[in-house]
């Protein structure tokens, strides 16, 4: 399944980015989905309403609401939006 995530940055998230901004934060994140059985694809920082912006593919909607979880648990994002990428052919 293929799919979009929008996240938004908490207060202790955009600390951890002024306190350490060169670390590889799209390789943690990487390595996290890997773990689980998914892949991300493109991870991007966006100006407008959410700050990142997350392409990836996993296994079923079950793998990436686990790893949603987990990023939700560190607190380094305040809101995480997962939207289900959608084949208009077969609707």
Known sequence: M???VLGKYSTTGLAGLVKNPNEDRKSVIN???SKAGA???HFLLTR???DIVAIGNAPDFETIAAIKMLI???GALSEITILEVSDF???
């Open 2 to 4: 293929q799919f979009v």
């Open 31 to 33: 390595d996290m989905m």
């Open 39 to 41: 892949t991300l694809d």
């Open 48 to 50: 407008g309403e959410y």
């Open 72 to 74: 939700m648990s560190s």
């Open 89 to 91: 052919n077969k609707i």
